[in-house]
């Protein structure tokens, strides 16, 4: 079994409040969920302009983890109100 886990830091240039941010979020999470992955905030919660995401799928099959992350980074680089400001992807 190869677990994907992908740490996903996001700006939010044009937030004004952490409910701007969560509003954002929200949709987006939402959004991962259907793509069969586990997503959390895991930094970041009191931040209305940044916010640290993991993000974890597993499969026994790494060239499905990673197209499946993939599609993750892409709708996360698709996002209008959100930057991607940094990212790291590990296998356990």
């Known amino acids: 079994m190869i677990v994907g886990v992908l740490t ?17 979020l929200h949709g987006f999470k939402d959004r991962l969920r259907r793509q069969n992955v586990a997503v959390a905030e ?3 919660q009191d931040k209305w302009q ?9 499969n026994s099959h790494q060239a499905l983890v990673d197209e499946v992350l993939g599609r ?5 680089g698709g996002l ?9 992807i590990r296998y356990v």
Not at 50 to 58: D, Q, Y
């Open 8 to 24: 996903l830091d996001l700006f939010f240039p044009h937030a004004r409040s952490l409910k701007d941010k969560r509003r954002v």
């Open 42 to 44: 895991i930094e970041f």
């Open 50 to 58: 940044r916010s640290r995401l993991g993000i974890v799928t597993l």
């Open 72 to 76: 993750v980074l892409a709708d996360a």
């Open 80 to 88: 209008l109100e959100a930057e991607v400001s940094g990212r790291e």
